[in-house]
C-alpha cells in the first residue's frame, strides 16, 4: 500500500510539472491546507536537468549547458527562495489581507469553475506581471536576472530574481475580491511550476498547440537578445494574451540568448544586484526630474528623445555565431564545486522541511552559511583571488555545523572527510597566497 501511494505521489508530483492536475486533486479550503508544490519540485527540477542532459548528448553529442552556468542557475534558484523561510510569501501574504479586509464575493473554493477561472486569471495576471517587468526599468532591474543566462536549459528555469516578488503581488490583488486565497496559492505555484519545462531547447515544436500553449520555442523567442525577439512573447502557461496584445513573435532565426549588455561573471549577488547600481548612476546622470524619473518608469533602453521603450535598432547587432560566456577553469575544480553544490543543496532542502522545528537563530544561522557558500561558490567559478580564503572560511563553518549537529548527511564520515581535506587544500591556496603577498611587500 505504501509503494502504491508513492507511486501516485510521484506521479501527481511530475503532472503538477505540467499543469497536468485536477480541480478535485488540487482545491483545499485553507491556505496552510495548500502543499508547498514548488518546494517539493525540486527532485524533479533536479531529475528533469539529467533527462535533458542525457537527450541533448544522445541527440547532437553535445550538452546543453555548461557546470559554471547551471551551478549559477541553481545558486540564483535557491537565493531566490530565502525570504519565504521567515515569512509566508509576499503574494499570498498581501492577498490574504485583501481578501479578509476588502473582498466582494466569495466564490466557492470547492467549485471547479472556481478552479479554471483561477487558472485564466492568474495566466492573465502573469503576462502582466512579465510585460511590466520587461517594460519598466525599475522591475527589469530585478527580472533581468532571470535573462542573465547565454544559455537555455531547464537550469535557466531557475535562475530567478531575489526582489522581484516584492513588487509582482501588485498585479494578482484584483482576484482577492472574489477568488480565496487558497485556490490562488495553487494557481501561482502552479503557473510558476508550468514555466520550468518550456527552458529547453530539446523540443522543438508541438504542432497546434503552438496557437494556445506557451511553448519551448516560444519561450526561446523571449530570451533572445536578437532585435525580434526584444519584449515578446510575455505568457505564462497560456500564449494566446501575447496573440491578443500584439506582443507574439513566432521564432525564426537562431535566437542567441543573455543580455544586450553582457555581465561576465557568474557571482550571484552581482548577478542579482548590479542593475540597481547601474539604475542609480543613470539616475544621477541626468538634472530634469522627468528625465531622471523617466530611468525608473520607462524601457531599459529609453534615453531623452527616444520613444518610451527606447529604439530598438540601437540593440546590438547578433549573427548568430556568438558564443556563450564560458572561461576555461580546472576539472578538478568543476568536479568540486559539483560536489559541494549538490551537499548545498541538501542543506537547503533540509532546512526547508524542518523550518518550523527549528529556532530562528537556528534558521538565521543556516541562512547565513547558504548564502556564504553560494558566494564562496561564484567567487571560485569567477576565479577571483579572494576566493580561497573565502573558501576556507566556509568549509571552516561547514564543519563545525557537521560536528554540532546543524547539517546531516547521509555519509557522514566520507563528507567529513572530504571537507576536512577540502579544508586543508583551500588552508594551503590561502598560505601560499599570503607567503606570494609577503615576498611582493618586501
Known sequence: MAQFMDVVSLTKGIRSMFYIVTPNESSFENVEDVPPYVQQATPFFMGLMVVELVVSLLKDGTPLACVSDVVTSVSAGIISRMPTLFARGFEITTYIYVWDNLRL?????????????????????????????????????????????????????????????????????????????????VHIQFNLLYQFWIHTEVIRDLGPLEWILNTPSHHRVHHGRNEYCIDKNYGGALIIWDRLFGTFAPEGNKVVYGLVHKINTFEIFHIQFHYYKYLWRRFNRYKKIFNKFGVLWKGPSWKPGKPRLGDHAEVPEVTGEELPFNPSWPLALKVYVCIHGLMLLGVYQDLFESRLMLSQLTVLMMTGYILLSLTSIGFIIDQRPTAPMLELLRCVLMMMLLRYGYMTAPLFVPIEAFVSISLLYWGLQTFSQLIAVKKKTT
Do not use: K
Not at 517594460?135 to 532591474?141: C, D, H, K, Q, T
Not at 531547464?154 to 482577492?176: C, E, G, H, K
Open 105 to 185: 464575493l466569495e466564490l466557492p473554493w470547492d467549485s471547479a469553475w472556481t478552479w479554471w477561472l483561477a487558472f485564466l486569471v492568474v495566466d492573465f495576471s502573469y503576462y502582466w506581471v512579465h510585460r511590466f517587468a520587461h517594460e519598466l526599468n525599475f522591475l527589469w532591474a530585478a527580472h533581468q536576472v532571470h535573462h542573465s543566462s547565454e544559455y537555455y536549459n531547464l537550469s535557466t528555469a531557475l535562475r530567478q530574481s531575489l526582489t522581484q516578488q516584492f513588487s509582482s503581488w501588485v498585479f494578482y490583488l484584483p482576484m482577492a475580491l472574489a477568488v480565496p486565497p487558497s485556490v490562488f496559492a
